[in-house]
């Protein structure tokens, strides 16, 4: 990178570094614990619509009406603020690959809304067993997206 292309990014990045008042940064929860959080996922019976990777979950027996896979290998893993927002808030970004139909009613999750009977200590854990449920796998043919204008000429 050139000193000019710098010295251009040095005032968008300041003029991005403002702090709003309703900005998540600094918003940290505790560390959860990943066998509490899957005793929670289960109690709150999200295994009726979740699959996750690498568990056994208990099932009332009924095929679940919608299948939702949770963890495995992917390419990026969602950080820790995509996962609570996904649970506390599961119409803010709904995942592509799915039906939409099967998963959304005029773009609103279908969801159980949990809110008002799960507790931020089943928050935290949920979130700790889900984040322990991916891992990140690159496939050997993959190239990152690297906007045009920040490579260099070799």
Same mark, same amino acid.
């Given at each position: 990178? %050139?000193?000019?292309?710098?010295?251009?990014?040095?005032?968008?990045?300041?003029? /991005?570094?403002?702090?709003?008042?309703?900005?998540?940064m /600094?918003?940290l929860?505790p560390?959860g614990d990943t066998t509490a959080?899957?005793? !929670?996922?289960?109690?709150l019976?999200? /295994?009726?619509?979740?699959?996750?990777?690498g568990?056994?979950l $208990?099932?009332d027996?009924? !095929?679940r009406?919608?299948?939702?896979?949770?963890?495995?290998?992917?390419?990026r893993?969602?950080?820790?603020g995509e996962?609570?927002?996904?649970?506390i808030n $599961?119409?803010?970004?709904?995942?592509? /690959?799915?039906?939409?139909?099967?998963i959304?009613?005029d773009?609103t999750?279908l969801m159980?809304?949990?809110n008002? %009977?799960?507790?931020?200590q089943?928050?935290i854990d949920?979130v !700790?067993?889900?984040?322990?449920?991916?891992?990140?796998?690159?496939?050997?043919?993959y190239?990152?997206?690297? $906007?045009l204008g920040l490579?260099?000429p070799?």
């Amino acid at each position: 990178m %050139r000193w000019k292309d710098v010295v251009c990014l040095v005032p968008l990045v300041l003029v /991005g570094c403002e702090l709003k008042s309703n900005s998540p940064m /600094g918003f940290l929860l505790p560390d959860g614990d990943t066998t509490a959080g899957q005793a !929670a996922f289960t109690d709150l019976q999200c /295994g009726m619509c979740h699959t996750v990777e690498g568990t056994e979950l $208990p099932t009332d027996g009924d !095929a679940r009406p919608i299948d939702v896979a949770l963890g495995g290998e992917v390419i990026r893993v969602q950080t820790y603020g995509e996962l609570v927002t996904a649970v506390i808030n $599961p119409s803010h970004d709904l995942v592509q /690959g799915y039906d939409l139909e099967a998963i959304s009613v005029d773009g609103t999750s279908l969801m159980a809304d949990s809110n008002d %009977r799960m507790t931020v200590q089943q928050l935290i854990d949920i979130v !700790a067993y889900l984040q322990a449920s991916y891992t990140k796998h690159l496939p050997d043919d993959y190239k990152p997206y690297i $906007p045009l204008g920040l490579v260099t000429p070799e």
